[in-house]
């Protein structure tokens, strides 16, 4: 199969993908009732987004399945394309990003906060563990310093209740 | 009050102690914005945002605004001596602000640059004052139909001038509109879209989705190259004052970027960054030696700089005389404005005075320390450059969350946050601009209430929208310019004017 036929084939499923979106918007935003013209309903705008989302959509397929030239323009956006070093740290970073979202409450903002970033600034290549505990720990009382004590940001105290 | 008596109240407000703290506060932070790249203005706004809720709202906006333009003025230091552009207005800058630098110019592309900033941006705030005004009193005869078109016309001129494909960038302000719909009926009270979340009852709050777009998504981007080092110039800065020539080969694009940015940064959708790019184009077409661009001419420095410090002065025109924001910052700042219990709109100047001519005359306060900020101080500018990206990543990440968390006190929100900054990562690798998505999803609301407003006031007869001229003229340009992504010859044009730029 060519190179132009695959973008093609992208180019098609990424106007089915949003057909299908546009499609699922329009029956939630029915469920919400449309109401009328005369008094529109709380769903009635979002039936509209779907209608564009799914609309534009339909017009992807057609200017694929129509124009070879077309396919051309998914060319930079084919694929995320991302090398396996990359991937690896994008897969650490959100987790210690999700890992972050959840202990928050639960351990508080400095305690979080230290385990977060001490994950963040290690380099997994340098072994870096003391610059990564040092960074870490200036990091959390800084900002719990500026935001919470100076700012009077609320931050969740957690098991640290006296601070 | 005439314009003179009330730019004088203006200034007592901005030059209050308080109120002259949190603009230098801005402005550097700004600055620093817009040195350091993979954080934009719109990140550092939203960081910010939660920062002003105690503070009174003049003050609050003084210090936002301080940001947007601060990064105006940051963001040409790193195109002029790393060749990479703090933020996206500055892109143009890079062209001919490294290649000076390059020949051991770089104190006199910086100086200009900080000079045309300062001069655009204060002729910007003087048609600011006038065209606002104007603009207000227009407005006031404004009804639900003409808001509601001139929200499209908004929407579609932002997607039109968005990089890659219209169809995209359609898609992304659908997405937008929809999200912007997740919460409470602004009519019955109805929660809808909720899927059972609580967290989501109130609907999705702006800050989690721009730090999620913006600042947890440009960060994951720049992961994927962490370890690639910057090529920072050794230059020293003796020299930072341009020589007479050189004022004398900058006067005129000066003049002309100011004109253009003022004028496109008006219109929604232009902006900083299209002005830029058109002034530079301009000074090309002007100048009598157009080979030597791209190659150290000095008016391709000081003519986009100029450009993108008026146009991001005249882009809180439509926002303060009609409640319009014109691009994503605006729409953050109309967020700010109305987190602040604030309406703008062409009221707004009369209801709330001390909030417009506050922060017309912070913004003139704040180009004044920015000049002096720029010029002695980019030797430290230079020394922000050097801190690594990965020791940079995780502060930034870690403002992100404070942020996001800061607004409601609301774990939940840091869960929206790194949904949008996934969805982000994503549809940005495919192509897809992210600015669409939150104009619509800012706008969304109004435009609803508008349209709902107008359907039932005319008794759901849809012709309204055609038969009153401004709602006509405004629908029928947002038609034409959609209708260009079915015309190849036109969209052949536009992809190359952005490929281009």
Redesign the interface.
Same mark, same amino acid.
């Given at each position: 199969m060519g190179k132009a036929m695959v973008e093609k084939q992208r180019g098609m499923s $990424?106007g089915i993908f949003?057909v299908v979106?546009?499609g699922i918007?329009c029956t939630?935003?029915f469920q919400?009732?449309l109401g009328?013209?005369?008094?529109? @309903?709380? @769903?009635?705008?979002?039936f509209?987004?779907?209608l564009?989302?799914g609309g534009?959509?339909i017009?992807?397929i057609l200017?694929m399945s129509i124009s070879m030239g077309r396919a051309k $323009?998914?060319t930079? @956006?084919a694929g995320?394309?991302?090398?396996a070093v990359?991937l690896r740290?994008?897969a650490f970073?959100?987790m210690f990003?999700?890992a972050?979202?959840i202990l928050?409450?639960p351990l508080g903002y400095i305690v979080s906060?230290f385990l977060?970033?001490f994950g963040?600034?290690f380099?997994r290549e340098k072994k870096n563990w003391f610059w990564s505990f040092f960074?870490s720990v200036t990091?959390s009382l800084a900002?719990y310093l500026v935001?919470e004590v100076w700012?009077?940001?609320?931050?969740?105290r957690g098991i640290l209740p006296w601070w | 009050m005439s314009v003179l008596s009330a730019l004088f109240y203006g200034f007592g407000i901005a030059l209050q102690p308080w109120n002259l703290l949190c603009c230098f506060i801005g402005v550097f932070i700004g600055t620093l914005v817009g040195v350091l790249p993979g954080i934009g203005p719109a990140g550092a706004m939203s960081l910010l945002l939660?920062?002003t809720f105690?503070m009174s709202p003049v003050t609050g906006i003084i210090m936002l605004a301080g940001i947007y333009y601060g990064t105006m003025y940051g963001g040409s230091t790193t195109s002029i001596l790393v060749n990479i552009p703090g933020e996206a207005a500055s892109i143009v800058t890079c062209l001919d602000g490294y290649q000076m630098a390059l020949k051991g110019r770089a104190g006199p592309a910086l100086g200009i640059a900080a000079f045309g900033s300062f001069i655009a941006g204060t002729i910007g705030i003087i048609g600011l004052i006038f065209m606002t005004n104007m603009l207000a009193e227009v407005a006031l005869v404004f009804g639900p139909t003409e808001y509601f078109s001139l929200m499209c016309l908004g929407l579609s001129l932002v997607t039109y001038l968005t990089q890659?494909?219209i169809?995209r960038g !359609?898609?992304m302000?659908?997405?937008g509109?929809?999200v912007s719909?997740i919460g409470q009926?602004i009519?019955?009270g109805?929660t809808?879209?909720s899927f059972g979340f609580r967290g989501l009852i109130d609907g999705v709050g702006l800050v989690p989705v721009i730090m999620g777009l913006f600042g947890?998504s440009e960060? !994951?981007l720049n992961?994927?190259? #962490?370890g690639q080092q910057r090529a920072i110039m050794k230059t020293t800065f003796r020299h930072l004052f341009p020589t007479w020539e050189d004022w004398r080969k900058s006067a005129a694009p000066i003049g002309r970027g100011t004109i253009i940015g003022f004028f496109l940064g008006i219109l929604p959708g232009g902006g900083a960054l299209i002005s830029s790019f058109v002034s530079y184009a301009a000074e090309k077409w002007f100048s009598k030696h157009p080979g030597e661009f791209g190659k150290g001419a000095i008016e391709g420095v000081a003519g986009p700089e100029s450009a993108n410090n008026a146009a991001s002065t005249s882009g809180f025109i439509p926002l303060f005389s009609l409640g319009i924001p014109s691009n994503v910052i605006m729409a953050l700042l109309l967020g700010a404005l109305m987190i602040h219990g604030l309406k703008p709109g062409p009221l707004m100047i009369t209801e709330r005075p001390d909030i417009f001519w506050g922060t017309v005359a912070s913004m003139y306060v704040g180009n004044v320390m920015l000049l002096m900020l720029n010029l002695p101080l980019i030797g430290l500018w230079v020394q922000v450059l050097k801190v690594p990206y990965?020791?940079l990543?995780?502060?930034i !990440?870690?403002f992100c969350?404070?942020g996001a968390?800061?607004i409601g006190?609301n774990?939940f929100d840091?869960?929206v946050m790194?949904i949008f900054?996934?969805i982000g990562y994503?549809l940005r690798?495919?192509?897809?601009e992210c600015a669409p998505l939150v104009l619509a999803f800012v706008l969304?609301p109004m435009?609803?209430k508008n349209?709902?407003q107008a359907?039932?006031l005319f008794?759901?007869? #849809?012709s309204v929208f055609i038969t009153r001229p401004l709602s006509l003229a405004a629908l029928v340009i947002s038609v034409l310019l959609l209708l260009t992504?079915?015309i190849p010859f036109v969209q052949k044009r536009r992809t190359k004017v952005i490929a281009e730029d």
């Open positions: $990424e949003w979106i546009g918007i939630l935003a919400h009732d009328s013209f005369r008094a529109p @309903g709380p @769903g009635f705008v979002a509209l987004s779907g564009l989302i534009v959509g017009v992807m200017s $323009e998914t930079r @956006g995320l394309g991302i090398p990359s740290r994008l970073t959100m990003l999700v972050y979202a928050m409450n906060t977060a970033m963040l600034f380099d960074f990091t900002s935001f700012l009077h940001c609320q931050l969740p | 939660p920062v105690g890659g494909s169809l !359609l898609i302000a659908g997405v509109l929809f719909q009926d009519v019955t109805q809808r879209f947890i960060v !994951l992961i994927e190259t #962490l990965r020791t990543f995780p502060l !990440l870690l969350f404070i968390y800061s006190a774990i840091l869960y790194l900054g996934v994503v690798k495919k192509n897809y969304g435009m609803e349209l709902r359907l039932i008794d759901g007869n #849809l992504a079915v």
